[in-house]
């Protein structure tokens, strides 16, 4: 009983405290946008327009709920759900924090640590792209079922990638939980995986901003050249629904790829355990902003070559020498 | 038969080795991260741009057309305008329309003076025509207002009186007046330059002939 409790608190504030992140991330990623390319950025509502969000949020909420009229309109109602839902579920198996004590009781802020984590993470983070294929097919628009198709290419691109890449470093630690995986590198920054697993480090960014549709891969919504892709018919909060669900993961795969290869939340010199693995995440959203204001977007065939031609060899090139040394008495 | 020339050359077809070294020079040369840093110090340096609008206002030209002014006369406050219909014929656009008569004292008078603005193209030619300096393009670029005809008639362009009897009025600079080095750049008519001309040449011819008599009593002298 007491189990389930602390779980239902877990999972509420997890949802609580992560939406209300992802519309903070929005912010920060238009403050920072801009700095980058010499504007401002909200300034007007709230200080420094930091309550901007709550502006666009009224403005999401009282927006007419348009569905067109050829759509299928259940699917296409259900669609933004699954992107949010996804993103959501996806951070069950995430340690969060290392262990803490409040009021006499040992807190451990994860979910559920099952034996699986980071092949749930992944497979329900795949999962997700179930919002945009299913919304762009659904919505009955030349733009929106272009983004739909270029789902599937851009999920059959990274998918390969995302699951080779981690297979090293699994290898060496020789287990799926994250918990296991931060206690690996417990014994300072020597120890992280990014040192010894580069270029999974590497490569598991690239398939990581894919899955996210994050710039230099954002086929699924190129303004440029299909309007808003899967989005296009979407307005108010379902349109709304799509962003939470995209920011909420981007937090996630931070979380996700400090855990694994930046050493997760074990403490760094004299930061605490808890900051450090905060700084880590902020730092890498930061480089999902700085990316975004370097790279141009690269074309769905560039992805599909880059995907398959490049990242995929190297990617088994990669486990195939950390097999050899893992059997030659590394481990 | 014809033989088409290319003028573009095709890029040259590279061998696997090539296309190799191609590939490895790109991925080793770190041209991904000349580009982030590049960003990176732009957001270091943190030099915005940004005009924030309403509070803040660009400086325009003195020379920017915006919405028309109807001056009126420094001294006595008089509307400078004399109904010649000058700026009407000229429009381009064909957006100005003013009617003109006698007045009580016998003097020509502007009874109605109305520029449609949306269809005025701003082009400057009524200012430049006016020979009285009375039409001119002033500064204010917001003209969005509730009705079309907000900026439009007489009373809205022409120069408040006391404004003009308070002294806040000064010489117009703008578009429609004479620049300011005028008087510099002044220029003599081109006949003038003829004689000029001419002028200078016999003043050389004087002086030669002079300095062939001075020679030829020298060499009588000598």
Redesign the interface.
């Known amino acids: 009983m007491n189990y389930l409790i602390e779980t239902l608190i877990k999972i509420l504030l997890v949802v609580l405290i992560f939406s209300a992140l992802a519309g903070f991330t929005t912010y920060v990623e238009r403050k920072i946008l801009a700095f980058f390319q010499r504007r401002l950025g909200p300034t007007i509502v709230g200080p420094f327009g930091v309550l901007q969000i709550l502006a666009d949020g009224i403005k999401l909420f009282t927006k007419e709920d348009i569905v067109p009229s050829g759509a299928n309109r259940l699917i296409f109602r259900i669609a933004p759900t699954i992107t949010a839902a996804t993103a959501f579920i996806a951070m069950a198996p995430i340690p969060f924090f290392p262990e803490f004590e409040l009021f006499g009781y040992i807190i451990t802020p994860i979910i559920s640590d099952i034996n699986v984590g980071i092949l749930f993470v992944l497979g329900v983070g795949a999962a997700g792209l179930y919002g945009p294929l299913l919304g762009g097919i659904s919505a009955n628009s030349k733009w929106s079922l272009l983004g739909a198709a270029r789902t599937a290419v851009q999920l059959l691109s990274f998918e390969v990638v995302s699951g080779l890449s981690l297979l090293a470093p699994l290898m060496l630690v020789g287990s799926l939980s994250l918990i296991d995986i931060n206690n690996y590198q417990g014994d300072g920054i020597t120890n992280w995986l990014v040192f010894s697993q580069p270029l999974a480090f590497v490569l598991f960014l690239f398939a990581g901003y894919a899955e996210l549709n994050r710039t230099p891969f954002d086929l699924l919504e190129h303004e440029a050249e299909i309007v808003s892709g899967y989005a296009t018919e979407y307005a108010g909060m379902r349109w709304g629904m799509f962003f939470i669900g995209e920011y909420a993961s981007m937090i996630s795969l931070s979380f996700v790829v400090s855990l694994i290869f930046l050493g997760g939340f074990n403490p760094l010199g004299f930061v605490p355990g808890g900051i450090a693995i905060i700084l880590k995440v902020s730092f890498l959203i930061f480089l999902f902003m700085w990316a975004r204001a370097a790279y141009p977007h690269i074309r769905p065939d560039q992805l599909m070559g880059l995907c398959w031609k490049i990242l995929f060899p190297l990617a088994l090139l990669n486990v195939l020498i950390t097999g050899i040394v893992c059997l030659g008495g590394g481990n | 038969m014809s033989k088409y020339v290319k003028i573009v050359e095709q890029a040259p077809l590279l061998s696997n080795a090539q296309k190799f070294v191609k590939f490895w020079n790109r991925a080793l040369k770190g041209e991904?991260f000349v580009?982030?840093w590049?960003?990176?110090k732009?957001?270091y340096k943190?030099?915005?741009?940004?005009v924030?609008y309403p509070q803040e206002k660009m400086p325009l030209s003195p020379r920017y057309r915006a919405v028309h002014e109807l001056k009126r006369l420094l001294e006595s406050g008089n509307e400078r305008c004399i109904g010649c219909g000058l700026c009407e014929k000229i429009c381009v656009a064909n957006c100005i329309r003013m009617e003109t008569g006698y007045g009580e004292d016998k003097r020509k008078k502007v009874f109605e003076y109305s520029i449609n603005f949306g269809r005025c193209i701003y082009c400057g030619l009524c200012a430049e025509v006016c020979p009285e300096l009375a039409i001119v393009h002033g500064k204010r670029y917001e003209n969005a207002s509730e009705q079309r005809a907000s900026f439009a008639l007489k009373e809205d362009m022409l120069t408040p009186i006391d404004r003009v009897l308070s002294g806040q009025e000064f010489e117009f600079l703008g578009i429609g007046s004479v620049s300011v080095d005028a008087d510099r750049r002044i220029k003599a008519t081109p006949l003038k330059y003829l004689e000029d001309s001419a002028e200078a040449n016999e003043n050389k011819e004087t002086a030669m002939e002079s300095s062939k008599e001075i020679k030829q009593k020298e060499e009588v002298h000598a």
């Open positions: 991904l580009g982030l590049l960003v990176f732009e957001f943190g030099q915005i741009h940004t924030q």
